[in-house]
C-alpha cells in the first residue's frame, strides 16, 4: 500500500510538473502582450518627446537658416558674373566680405579700390551703392545671440540621437516557438528548484506533527 501511495504521489508530482510547463507556455502569450502594449507607449512617448526636441531645434534654426539661404544667394549672383574671386563655397566669400564689414571699409573699398566692374556686377546683383551692400551683410550676418542658439541646436540634436537609439530598443518582437519553449522551460526548473526542498520540507513538518500526535 506504502509503494502505491507513494507511486501515485510521485505521477501526480510528474503530472503537476507537465502542468506547469503548459501553463507556463500558455503564459508567454499575456505576457508577449504586455510587453508589446508597454513598448508601444514607450515608443509613442519617445516619439513626442522627439518631435518636441525637434520643433524646437527647427526654431532655434529658422533666423539662422534664413541668414544662410541670402549668403549662398549672393555666392551665386557672384558666381554668374564670375565675380567670386580666389573664394570656392559661399562661406569662404561671406567670410571675406564679413571682415571688411567689421573693419568699415565697404564704402572705402566701392569709392576707389574696388575695380568699376566689381561695383557694376555689385550693383547689377541689386546693391545700389556702398550702404546698401554694408546693410546686406550686418542684416545677414549671424549675432552673439544665433550663434548661442546654434549651439543649443547641436544640444538637441544629440539629445534626439540619443533618444533614437533608446527607440530602437523598444521594438517588441512577438516570441517565436523557440523562445516560448525555453521560456516555459525556465519556469519548469525555477518552480522545481523551489518545490524541491519545501516539499521534503512539508513531508518534515506532516512527519513531525503525526509524530507529536502518538501517544
Known amino acids: 500500500m506504502k509503494a502505491r501511495k507513494v507511486i ?14 503548459v501553463l507556463g507556455y500558455m503564459a508567454t502569450y499575456p505576457v508577449d502582450f504586455i510587453d508589446k502594449r ?12 522627439i518631435l518636441e526636441k525637434g520643433d524646437s531645434a527647427e526654431l532655434l534654426l529658422k533666423p539662422f537658416k534664413a541668414k544662410e539661404e541670402r549668403r549662398i544667394w549672393f555666392y551665386q549672383q557672384m558666381e554668374k558674373y564670375e565675380a567670386t574671386g580666389n573664394y570656392s563655397n559661399s562661406n569662404e566669400l ?10 568699415d571699409s565697404i564704402i572705402q573699398n566701392w569709392q576707389g579700390r574696388w575695380s568699376p566692374s566689381l561695383t557694376n ?4 546683383v541689386g546693391f545700389a551703392d556702398a550702404v546698401s551692400f554694408n546693410t546686406f551683410i550686418e542684416s545677414n ?4 545671440e544665433e550663434i548661442d542658439s546654434r549651439a543649443r541646436v547641436k544640444t538637441l540634436t544629440d539629445q534626439i540621437d540619443e533618444i533614437y537609439s533608446k527607440k530602437s530598443f523598444q521594438v517588441h518582437y512577438d516570441m517565436d516557438m523557440d523562445e516560448r519553449l525555453d521560456f516555459s522551460l525556465i519556469c519548469l526548473i525555477v518552480v522545481g528548484a523551489f518545490a524541491y526542498p519545501v516539499r521534503y520540507l512539508i513531508y518534515a513538518i506532516r512527519w513531525s506533527i503525526a509524530t507529536l500526535r502518538e501517544k
Open 8 to 21: 501515485a504521489r510521485e505521477f501526480l508530482i510528474l503530472v503537476a510538473h507537465g502542468a506547469l510547463f
Open 141 to 144: 550676418s549671424y549675432t552673439q
Open 38 to 49: 508597454i513598448k508601444e507607449s514607450a515608443v509613442k512617448e519617445l516619439e513626442r518627446y
Open 94 to 103: 561671406w567670410q571675406r566680405v564679413e571682415t571688411l564689414n567689421k573693419s
Open 121 to 124: 556686377v555689385l550693383k547689377e
